[in-house]
Each structure stands twice: as structure tokens, then as C-alpha cells.
Nanobody, 126 residues
Framework: QVQLVESGGGLVQAGGSLRLTCAAS????????MGWFRQAPGKEREFVAA????????YYADSVKERFTISRDNAKNMVYLQMNSLKPEDTAVYYC???????????????????WGQGTQVTISS
């Protein structure tokens, strides 16, 4: 099991940027395929982005492509989500998640991820 702690959320105006950070501890971080999900009020948790163990392969939801960038630093046990051109519809609690194989069968499937952080609130004002 790996422990995950998100940070970096906040309130920004539409068009602004935020950088979320997920700090991992407890196991060898580089063994984990990592993902970001989000959940808006009244909605199901949805996939945002994911990154392979080496960082070479990256995956994005269509709604965030060209605006969000996922990255990781295995030496620091960190995964990041750089969010640019933010929109009010990006408002949600953002969660970091870990999957312990090279790649989940369904990258965007939240049931594929077995360790989760507590989430960080992102609010975008119009």
C-alpha cells in the first residue's frame, strides 16, 4: 500500500492556472502507475490524467487535453498535475490514485486504482 497526500488546490478565476502535487510514501513509488481523478458535487468521480511508471506514457481525458499536463518525479516520490486555462467546469475535488502494475487494463477506470489520497478542492470562478 502507498499513502498519497494531495496539495495545491484553491480558488482561481477562469483562465488561470494551478499546479496540484501528490506526495507518495510507504512503498517504492516508481513501481506505481499513477492517475488523477476528480469529482464534482452530485457527479461521479471521473478520470482526468494518468502517467506510466517511467513517465514516458501519459493519458488524458478529452475534456482536459491541451490544458492539463501530468508529470512525475520518482526521485522525490511526487506526481504533479499542471492545470492551465481553467474553466468553471473544472471545479471539483481532485484525487491522486495509484495502481500497482505497469498499466491498468482500463487506464480511466477508477476501480483499477487501489490507493487514493484524501483529495484537494479546486474551485474556478467565472
Amino acid at each position: 500500500q502507498v499513502q498519497l497526500v494531495e496539495s495545491g488546490g484553491g480558488l482561481v478565476q477562469a483562465g488561470g492556472s494551478l499546479r496540484l502535487t501528490c506526495a507518495a510514501s510507504g512503498r517504492t513509488f516508481s513501481n506505481y502507475f499513477m492517475g488523477w481523478f476528480r469529482q464534482a458535487p452530485g457527479k461521479e468521480r471521473e478520470f482526468v490524467a494518468a502517467i506510466s511508471r517511467s513517465g514516458v506514457s501519459r493519458y488524458y481525458a478529452d475534456s482536459v487535453k491541451e490544458r492539463f499536463t501530468i508529470s512525475r518525479d520518482n526521485a522525490k516520490n511526487m506526481v504533479y498535475l499542471q492545470m492551465n486555462s481553467l474553466k468553471p467546469e473544472d471545479t471539483a475535488v481532485y484525487y491522486c490514485a495509484a495502481h500497482l502494475t505497469a498499466r491498468p487494463t482500463v487506464v480511466a477506470g477508477r476501480n483499477e486504482y487501489h490507493d487514493w489520497g484524501q483529495g484537494t478542492q479546486v474551485t474556478i470562478s467565472s
